[in-house]
């Protein structure tokens, strides 16, 4: 269903209020601080923009002037009549270079938005691209306190503050992504190229996001709709060394009057990808890696988005429809029970063979923005179809020929959302309120079972008040209400004899039927002591219904190579965090400082049951259980700019974590890290050269001996990346170019987050890769 707005009324500028949207030269939008200022010298009141920028200022008072401030650029005062001129886009510029080098450590603010008391993170577009990472996740792991969860080159997710999976949630143009995401094998279904700026909150909030909200949020916002009259755009072309990577996007926008459009279509192709080892550990057996490559590793991709709508002097409404295709090959020697024989080279290392995974996942999502009588109304709506298929040949499970085909897991998940809020100006704050709703159904397929076939509607009301207690300190509270009911399908499975089957079935899960409510709550201030000073202070409660996955599933799960066993006796997680910031800015130096500490009551993990499973190719029987943990820990993060132009920045993070009944850690916790990188830019290098910048990256991981039950040990490494980003002047077009090498050193090194980790097998090597960017006017 898609909602066009026509708010013929409001195509006249209102005569008690009036909208503005800040922005900055790169048409990002700034939280920025508003300030009306009538005939004395100090403001009437103070205002802070949201997230897009967005902000109703009334005019009922005798306003003569508006003043606009955002750390990093510099002040710029305004009258109403220079607003209506401007349409109401008022565009900021940068201060001093002193100032925007350091401002915050640049563009990945410490502490983030003045918007939320939380420890948030905000990364633009043009560096989440510089990344070059062909997946969404690792375009973000250089990012304090956010990891990447990665099987090869091409299937990744993201982790905050040791927390991934469904604990995380991801929120892309204002629908949450749904997809499935519980698997370590399964990656995120999105392509960088497609998404717009990135904002990151670590900890939780359910109170604005919902359930599943539990460790943090990743929200994609939309690329913002062109400003300027007509049609521009980009080709990227990008490759890489590792597993001769290829893949090129082509970007279009473009503007009529108050109508726009925008486009994204991108591909991409790779081959098996390198490692730095010849043999690796599965089942117990020692097992050849046929010249250092992962036979069957490659993949391919093809993705694109389109985007049309309107802007009105009060909002704007928007249609996207996006596509995430992907096919990608599973190491042979990872599934089933492999033999030497079938991990042989086979001569053509960009060939996709059983077994593999394709990925499709659409969404049409739209979005509509308007204000009204000093009311901002919100309301998106979305439709998602994701499908996930797993292809083997059956022999190779111990299961004869069958109706599916090579058809072993096929899972295919519908999603409707609909989510509508109201925020309204007070005195010296506003008023949100929210209600969001979604429906899945998920159907199964395939002569595999794991996950069954389910049905679950989700409702949550909310509503939080931020009141500016002085012109330096704001305050926030709110409160949450979720409810949500679901259906799982009880599902038999046939039994096989020797390959044949008997005519006998196995009941491998009941009905199932769970109906929670759960309430959540949050509050915290923002001190902005001065122009270089910043103190945020947040205490939130978050939760997560649990899963059909942790609850009903039976079967191999082949991407952690277990037997994995739901408990339909789960309950409803729950998290209470408390999370501090401290950032400090001088002239040529800035520091930041978050640390966090959190209690999980019922906390949902995998353990070892202690028997063995009775299902062919696998071994133990793992099963799910709950217990109350801990976590905590921190990041921190310096940056210095020296005389000479030299930028430097060091981050670290670290987080300890304890299941408090068996006194051993969680899972999967990442190790302590370090990152020093030093950015150098040379200015005026040459006529061809417009702008050079040469920038070294040391990456310290320390080992990660704190390990739950049946959990390898993981030693630490160093690592060191090289990168050059450049423009190029030809002619009168300015081309980006790009090119980095990863893990110089070639070192050999095993991620503990790595599903690959549990088989020994090593992280890719020595990666170069070269990225070019052409603009077409």
């Given at each position: ?12 500028w ?55 401030t ?8 305004v ?29 990945k ?16 577009k043009?560096?989440l691209?510089?990344?070059?990472s ?20 091409g ?15 991801i ?15 399964h ?18 909030v ?10 943090g ?15 521009s ?9 590792n ?6 996007s ?45 036979k ?11 985007a049309?709508?309107?802007?009105f002097s ?44 394709i ?7 739209s ?34 020929p ?22 309204t ?7 949100q ?40 300190i ?46 959540s709550?949050?509050?915290g ?33 082949h991407g952690n ?25 001088w ?20 353990a ?6 009775p299902?062919p190719?696998?071994?133990?029987l793992?099963?799910y ?29 670290y ?68 990168r ?12 980006s ?6 893990n110089?050193g ?14 020994n ?17």
């Amino acid at each position: 269903m898609v909602l066009f707005w026509v708010l013929g009324a409001t195509e006249v500028w209102a005569q008690s209020e009036i909208s503005l949207r800040i922005m900055d030269q790169a048409n990002q939008p700034l939280s920025a601080h508003i300030l009306g200022y009538a005939a004395q010298e100090s403001p009437v009141w103070v205002l802070i923009a949201d997230g897009e920028g967005r902000a109703t200022i009334s005019l009922k008072n005798s306003i003569e002037k508006i003043e606009i401030t955002h750390v990093g650029f510099e002040k710029r005062s305004v009258t109403i009549s220079q607003i209506k001129q401007l349409n109401g886009v008022i565009l900021l510029v940068p201060s001093s270079k002193d100032l925007e080098e350091v401002a915050v450590l640049g563009k990945k603010e410490a502490l983030g938005t003045l918007s939320s008391s939380l420890s948030t993170l905000k990364v633009d577009k043009e560096e989440l691209l510089s990344q070059q990472s062909i997946t969404f996740a690792g375009a973000l792991e250089n990012l304090p306190g956010v990891q990447a969860m990665n099987v090869g080159v091409g299937i990744s997710k993201p982790m905050i503050r040791g927390l991934s999976f469904n604990r995380i949630l991801i929120e892309d143009s204002g629908i949450k992504q749904e997809g499935q995401q519980w698997g370590a094998d399964h990656g995120l279904e999105i392509d960088p190229h497609t998404s717009g700026d990135v904002e990151i909150f670590k900890g939780p909030v359910s109170l604005i996001f919902g359930p599943d909200a539990l460790g943090g949020v990743v929200k994609i916002n939309p690329i913002p709709a062109p400003l300027k009259e007509g049609i521009s755009g980009s080709v990227a072309l990008d490759a890489q060394s590792n597993s001769r990577l290829i893949g090129s996007s082509l970007s279009l926008q473009a503007r009529k009057g108050k109508y726009f459009g925008l486009g994204t279509l991108s591909v991409m192709s790779h081959g098996d990808y390198e490692v730095p080892a010849d043999r690796y550990t599965y089942a117990g057996y020692v097992l050849p890696i046929a010249d250092q490559r992962l036979k069957n590793t490659a993949g391919r991709q093809l993705n694109f988005s389109l985007a049309g709508g309107k802007q009105f002097s009060n909002g704007e409404t928007r249609l996207t429809l996006s596509r995430f295709g992907q096919e990608a090959g599973i190491f042979t020697g990872a599934v089933g029970i492999p033999t030497a024989y079938s991990l042989e080279d086979d001569g053509d290392s960009r060939d996709i063979q059983f077994p593999r995974q394709i990925n499709t996942h659409w969404k049409l999502i739209s979005n509509t923005r308007w204000t009204v009588a000093k009311k901002e109304y919100q309301l998106d709506l979305g439709y998602q179809a994701n499908r996930r298929q797993e292809e083997s040949l059956p022999h190779v499970h111990g299961v004869g020929p069958t109706p599916s085909g090579n058809l072993a897991l096929g899972l295919s998940l519908d999603t409707y959302t609909a989510n509508f809020s109201l925020k309204t100006s007070l005195l010296n704050g506003s008023l949100q309120v929210g209600w969001m709703n979604q429906f899945m159904n998920n159907n199964y397929d395939g002569f595999e079972f794991l996950l069954p076939a389910y049905r679950s509607l989700q409702s949550g009301i909310y509503g939080v008040l931020e009141w500016s207690l002085s012109e330096k300190i704001s305050w926030n509270i709110g409160a949450r209400v979720d409810a949500q009911q679901l259906r799982i399908d009880e599902h038999f499975q046939p039994i096989y004899e020797r390959l044949v089957p008997t005519g006998e079935f196995d009941q491998r899960n009941p009905d199932i039927s769970c109906n929670p409510l759960a309430p959540s709550i949050s509050t915290g201030w923002i001190w902005q002591v001065d122009d270089s000073r910043l103190v945020k202070f947040n205490l939130g409660s978050g939760i997560r219904f649990p899963t059909p996955i942790e609850l009903a599933s039976n079967g191999i799960h082949h991407g952690n190579f277990r037997h994995e066993k739901g408990n339909s006796n789960l309950t409803t997680e729950r998290s209470w965090q408390a999370d501090l910031g401290f950032s400090q800015e001088w002239k040529a130096f800035s520091v930041a400082i978050s640390p966090f500490v959190s209690i999980y009551r019922d906390f949902i993990y995998l353990a070892p049951s202690g028997r063995f499973s009775p299902l062919p190719g696998s071994s133990m029987l793992w099963e799910y259980r709950q217990d109350n943990a801990l976590f905590a820990g921190g990041e921190i993060q310096l940056s210095y700019l020296s005389p000479w132009n030299l930028k430097t920045s060091l981050s670290g993070e670290y987080v300890w974590n304890q299941n408090t009944e068996t006194k051993l850690p969680i899972p999967l916790t990442p190790p302590a890290s370090i990152l020093a990188s030093l950015d150098y830019p040379f200015q005026e290098f040459s006529t061809v050269f417009s702008r050079l910048t040469i920038s070294m990256d040391f990456r310290k991981i320390f080992d990660q001996n704190r390990v739950a039950r049946n959990e390898q040990a993981t030693p630490g490494y160093f690592l060191i990346d090289w990168r050059m980003d450049s423009t190029i002047q030809v002619g009168q077009r300015a081309l980006s170019l790009t090119l980095s090498v990863r893990n110089l050193g070639n070192i050999r090194y095993l991620n503990h987050l790595s599903r690959y980790r549990l088989i020994n097998i090593p992280e890719p090597g020595r990666n170069i890769a070269l990225s070019l960017r052409v603009p077409l006017n």
